[in-house]
């Protein structure tokens, strides 16, 4: 333990000690070979144009190789991997794309995609609004929402793990430790194996990620609520609006850029849910989704690399353009171009 310590701090120093040697001597470097002090006339005012041309490709230029090497390339690479066989050496042209749509297992995977786009996004925003309007009107609202944030500091693996302990099951006649078959038992019911119920089950783990995420669209939609003007608000009291009204006719339309966001920002993490379903039931009983089948046929059964890089394919075709247009609402709300 204490090794690896030693080696993640070690790993630090040099990474933050690199970063401030690299740049310093970059300028350094910079400023020998297109000095501007010592030289008069056009040739300081040249080598200064230089130098304002070359500076910022200084701090740039790293960034852009790494987002090249770990982003670009993969992704080219992947793509062309999509068009190969199951060991990635020989051209099969669209067959695995034919596959794809008309394997059950993978509309399988599709449809649960489409159940949890439907149900996580809205949720966690609708809840997310609700409790934000809520904690800001009474005198513990700050102590409320760091408890509703606190689940977004827990890894997926973490929360699901916790979240096993609440769906667990016992058998016939045994003491019931999950929390909610212990409820249903002193309610009189039977309980289930609640993650194993097709379909139903999808609902159960869906709410593990809005647990995670009602803190996150709650944050995100404060900040937005503090930012509505007061007068606005007294405006609508004043002419006999109540609570009810002044949510959703005052400050939800002033709001609604925000609310876009925050709602496609959890839609791509949905279309990418992987660590719920491999920790909670590894894709059984019908609850697989597309990152988690990618993951099955990459990495599992032998590995087929052309079919685990088409379905991740068909991943990014579905994330980028809803990124897309997130990136410029938030450009637009920040009163970007």
Not at 10 to 33: E, H, M, P, Q, S
Not at 39 to 63: C, E, H, K, M
Not at 202 to 214: D, E, H, R, Y
């Amino acid at each position: 333990m204490s090794g690896q310590i030693i080696t993640a701090v070690v790993t630090i120093l040099i990474g933050v000690f690199g970063c401030l040697g690299y740049f310093w001597g970059a300028n350094r470097l910079l400023d020998i070979v297109f000095p501007s002090k010592g030289v008069s006339g056009t040739a300081a005012i040249d080598n200064l144009r230089r130098q304002g041309y070359i500076r910022p490709w200084l701090f740039v230029g790293p960034a852009t190789i790494i987002l090249i090497v770990y982003l670009i390339y993969p992704v080219i690479s992947t793509l062309i991997l999509s068009f190969n066989d199951r060991g990635g050496q020989n051209f099969v042209g669209l067959a695995n794309y034919k596959w794809a749509f008309t394997d059950r297992e993978f509309r399988q995977a599709i449809f649960n995609n489409i159940l949890w786009l439907a149900v996580v996004p809205a949720t966690c925003t609708f809840l997310g609004l609700v409790i934000a309007v809520l904690t800001d009107r009474i005198w513990w609202g700050n102590i409320a929402k760091s408890l509703v944030f606190m689940p977004l500091a827990i890894s997926f693996v973490g929360a699901s793990v916790i979240w096993k302990f609440v769906y667990e099951y016992r058998g016939e006649g045994q003491t019931q430790i999950g929390i909610l078959n212990a409820f249903i038992q002193s309610l009189g019911g039977a309980p289930q194996v609640w993650i194993s119920l097709p379909f139903w089950n999808n609902f159960f783990l869906m709410v593990i990620l809005i647990w995670i995420q009602t803190g996150f669209a709650m944050v995100i939609l404060s900040a937005a609520l503090r930012g509505i003007p007061e007068e606005t608000i007294e405006a609508a009291v004043i002419d006999g609006a109540n609570p009810f009204q002044i949510f959703w006719k005052i400050m939800v339309p002033q709001i609604w850029g925000t609310i876009a966001v925050v709602w496609t920002t959890i839609t791509i993490l949905v279309l990418k849910v992987f660590d719920i379903i491999l920790t909670m039931t590894n894709g059984q009983w019908n609850s697989n989704t597309l990152a988690n089948l990618m993951f099955d046929w990459m990495f599992r059964g032998g590995g087929d690399f052309g079919r685990g890089a088409t379905i991740a394919v068909i991943i990014m075709i579905a994330v980028v353009p809803i990124m897309i247009w997130n990136i410029r609402q938030a450009r637009v709300e920040s009163g970007g171009h």
